[in-house]
């Protein structure tokens, strides 16, 4: 059942040195490019970085929250081109967690690297770093990072009693009936 997979559902951090195989990538790719999107615009790309070095300098993106990119097997960088699409965010966000739950249901662990709206330093944005660092065009935008490979950290999935359950509203926000 899928929920199953939803109850297990953690962001992971750290990750064993173990490469992904090709199986494994090309599920990968096979998933996120079987992502919707709005009107079928497809207005994302996707770069997969297995190169340490690279992985190494996309972890240094931001101050904070993108180290484990240097662990992951692979970085997943996802970007669109705004002009194809105007919710080119909501395509790319789609993808990324397609790519996510994918990986979980390899047995493999993931987390997000946010990089839209995140700066690198005081000079420069996180997006125009990573786009130097992968030589992506201007013209495309960055929404996130995706870290994937085998997990070297054990985490419970969220206990049922603390899902936020006041945050399903029924026929309008507030009302309970
Ligand atoms: C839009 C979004 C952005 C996130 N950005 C980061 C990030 O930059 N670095 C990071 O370590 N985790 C990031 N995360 C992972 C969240 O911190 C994580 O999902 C949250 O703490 C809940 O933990 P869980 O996924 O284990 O349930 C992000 C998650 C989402 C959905």
């Not at 790719?29 to 970085?49: C, H, Y």
């Not at 101050?63 to 790319?92: Q, S």
């Not at 030589?135 to 085998?150: C, F, K, N, S, V």
Request: charged residues 30%.
């Amino acid at each position: 059942m899928f929920l199953e997979l939803l109850r297990q559902r953690r962001s992971i951090r750290k990750f064993t040195n173990t490469p992904l195989t090709n199986t494994q990538l090309s599920v990968l790719q096979e998933a996120v490019l079987r992502a919707p999107s709005s009107r079928s615009r497809d207005p994302w790309q996707f770069i997969f970085v297995t190169d340490r070095q690279k992985r190494q300098a996309l972890s240094q993106a931001k101050p904070h929250g993108a180290g484990f990119l240097a662990e992951a097997a692979v970085a997943v960088i996802v970007c669109a081109d705004p002009r194809c699409c105007d919710v080119w965010i909501e395509d790319c966000s789609i993808a990324a967690f397609i790519l996510q739950l994918t990986a979980q249901d390899l047995g493999l662990g993931s987390c997000w690297a946010q990089i839209r709206c995140r700066e690198h330093d005081d000079t420069t944005d996180a997006e125009s770093y990573v786009r130097r660092v992968a030589g992506i065009p201007e013209h495309l935008r960055i929404d996130a990072i995706i870290g994937i490979g085998e997990a070297d950290e054990e985490k419970e999935g969220h206990p049922e009693d603390e899902l936020r359950q006041e945050r399903i509203h029924w026929q309008s926000y507030r009302s309970d009936t």
